[in-house]
């Protein structure tokens, strides 16, 4: 848990490149899950268009909208105290021009209370982000593996492997800090030219599968927690099995209500003038702890 207070800012992530700490990153969609994250101490939360696949279920990020994206971000920032919240730009909400990239990041900002926006790609949407912040708006960067052109790109498969494949995402980095970007995602592509773009560059980069040279790493909050039991990407590292924890209360609970210990007398509510036992003994907490529950908490 942290003991530093102070909100994370853009100013202050681009700051971390000389001053360090690393930057640990993690997305998050929802308010419950970003106010644990955020006492955890973590510097950015990312409301990742990444959701299309962990929240809503679907098979790839392509369908996720902006509105999608501002709904889970206002609830995110709602929650948030400390870290920087971040937005992602979805497909086809930058690349259709510069205008409608600085109108669609402003909308992240003004509708989804995002402080900063990501957006994807590289020399190919430099004047965008030029054009985003002049606006005002802080842009993090996103090279490498970039999920949004799977199809035009054969696949999600890492990038860089080949020279001038690799030179070209080098290029991309610089194109954007060029154009003002305040840090840069590289997401899959070897830890060796993790560490060429991150010397590249003069803003900090935060890496996801592209090794431990990065200026920080970010996660899917899900991969990090064990909670997508099923898959094992080789980048993930797993620090809780929360799936496993999830199933383990659920099947207990389920148990107790089949069995009917549940809900006992301290779980119950009494009428007026015959409190029950349970409370009487005052084992029961009459008060819940914030966040608010979402019921009486007591009679
Ligand atoms: O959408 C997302 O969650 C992301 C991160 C994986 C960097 O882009």
């Known amino acids: ?12 992530i681009r700051a971390r490149k000389t001053a360090g700490p690393k930057i640990a990153a993690v997305t998050a ?8 994250l955020d006492e955890s101490g973590v510097d950015i939360l990312l409301v990742g ?4 696949m962990v929240v809503q279920g679907l098979p790839n990020t392509l369908p996720v909208t902006l509105e999608e994206v501002c709904y889970h971000a206002r609830a995110v920032a709602r929650a948030t105290r400390r870290a920087h919240v971040v937005g992602d730009m979805p497909f086809m909400s930058f690349q259709v021009s510069v205008q409608q990239a600085v109108c ?3 909308r992240m900002l003004k509708e989804g209370a995002v402080e900063a ?3 994807e790609g590289g020399q190919d949407v430099a004047e965008h982000v030029r054009a985003m912040v002049r606006a005002g708006i802080p842009v993090m960067g996103h090279v490498g593996l970039t999920p949004q052109p799977a199809h035009a790109m054969g696949g999600l498969r890492a990038q860089g492997k080949a020279d001038d494949d ?3 995402i080098v290029a991309d980095a610089q194109a954007l800090q060029q154009a003002g970007a305040y840090c840069i995602v590289i997401e899959g592509v070897p830890s060796e030219l993790g560490r060429q773009i991150t010397q590249a560059v003069g803003v900090p980069t935060i890496g996801i599968g592209a090794g431990p040279h990065c200026d920080g790493q970010v996660l899917v909050c899900y991969d990090m927690l064990g909670m997508v ?3 094992h990407p080789k980048f993930v590292k797993r620090y809780g099995e929360i ?3 999830i199933v383990s209360a659920s099947a207990g609970f389920v148990q107790e209500v089949r069995s009917g210990v549940f809900p006992g007398p301290e779980h119950c509510f009494g009428t007026e003038g015959s409190r029950s036992g349970a409370e009487s003994t005052g084992t029961r907490p009459v008060v819940s702890s914030t966040p608010p529950a979402y019921g009486p908490t007591h009679d």
């Open 1 to 12: 848990m942290t003991t530093e207070s102070k909100k994370v800012t853009a100013p202050a």
């Open 117 to 119: 926006v990501k957006l």
């Open 29 to 36: 969609y929802d308010a419950t899950m970003a106010r644990l």
């Open 243 to 245: 799936g496993d924890a």
């Open 166 to 168: 690799a030179a070209r």
């Open 229 to 231: 039991r099923n898959l």
């Open 104 to 106: 669609n990041a402003g």
């Open 49 to 52: 268009d990444s959701l299309g």
